[in-house]
């Protein structure tokens, strides 16, 4: 009987770090490109993810790939940012993607 309370207490300690980690927002500043003729963005995205998530880059790639976006490089992965002056500095590409 104790070990089954014990059991279920680590399972829900374990599901409640879980959701914690995927309830963090990560936010990705990018540089892309386009090909024919030559076009280069800076963006910035959410990601739902804990900003030390490996997944991160391939996250990044494939939301710019339908648009035919290439990315780069990242530039930054930060949980805060300055919205105001990152949101007027990048323009369209605010959280675009």
Not at 11 to 30: I, N, P, R
Not at 33 to 44: F, M, R, T
Request: aromatic content about 8%; charged content about 25%.
């Amino acid at each position: 009987m104790m070990v089954r309370v014990i059991a279920t207490a680590i399972f829900l300690w374990g599901a409640c770090l879980s959701s914690v980690a995927h309830a963090e927002d990560c936010f990705v500043l990018y540089k892309a490109k386009k090909d024919n003729p030559l076009k280069l963005h800076l963006g910035l995205m959410k990601i739902d993810r804990t900003c030390s998530d490996d997944a991160i880059e391939a996250i990044s790639r494939l939301r710019l790939q339908p648009a035919g976006w290439s990315l780069l490089q990242i530039v930054n992965v930060s949980k805060d940012i300055e919205v105001e002056k990152i949101k007027r500095d990048l323009g369209e590409y605010f959280l675009k993607y």
